[in-house]
């Protein structure tokens, strides 16, 4: 994992979760480059480069979907520390929760989220959205060169 | 005009492109909830009910689409205002220009935007890209109810 490049992180605690994204990443070939890491503070150790991931070559990913609800360190603290870090703060996050409650929704834009997604239950529906949202910020939103 | 919800916001100085973007909205049915804006001015007099727009009944689009090169008003700052504005600053505004230069893009993400994309130059593309973007700003991404 150290050796290849990153383009989707996800951190989702739920193996539930992680399963069906990683079933619907692979039926729409986007599984190749995903990261999975199970809690908020592996998730920070991942992306800043440090704890068990120190030796990773420390390149942002192309995309985070962050849960919300995360062991550890919380996905709205990730977010903010995401944002604090001026090598960080351009790496597109989305919001994948369970949670359609407007004060998480309004907390994660003010917290500078880019695109908030409530999963759905069903699982064509789930599958649909991650193909969704992999193409758009994999294929169509654009980044600066100097920081990916 | 002001009687029916606007979904969607696009500001557009360029008829050509105009024509090009309303062209793929209406072939993927989304040009419904359409308004076009064709400079700055008039797009913070639309969003922030003012001027021609002060009778409009003020209710957030869904997405607004921003040119950066515009008349009167530069997009950067119709992007400023909108984040600046409590009412206004969590709606999703996706930057869709010509200009792929970094320079541009970090200075959107700085400002807040939630996407940036590089208009495609061949129609076929820019037609895809509309749909994309539309289906995932409409569809998929959620945004907090009590600013709408």
Not at 2 to 25: T, Y
Not at 55 to 83: A, F, H, T
């Amino acid at each position: 994992m150290h050796d290849k490049s990153v383009e989707i992180l996800l951190v989702e605690d739920n193996p539930n979760d992680e399963m069906l994204a990683m079933h619907a990443f692979k039926k729409h070939n986007l599984a190749n480059k995903v990261h999975v890491v199970r809690d908020g503070a592996e998730a920070l150790e991942f992306i800043f480069c440090t704890g068990v991931y120190a030796e990773r070559l420390c390149e942002n990913p192309r995309m985070i979907l962050l849960d919300k609800k995360l062991p550890l360190v919380d996905g709205l603290e990730v977010l903010r520390q995401i944002r604090a870090n001026p090598r960080t703060s351009m790496v597109p996050v989305v919001m994948l929760t369970a949670a359609a409650e407007d004060r998480d929704i309004i907390e994660s834009y003010q917290l500078r989220v880019n695109s908030y997604i409530v999963k759905p239950v069903d699982f064509e529906q789930f599958s649909e959205t991650v193909r969704q949202l992999g193409y758009y910020w994999m294929l169509i939103n654009r980044q600066p060169t100097a920081v990916s």
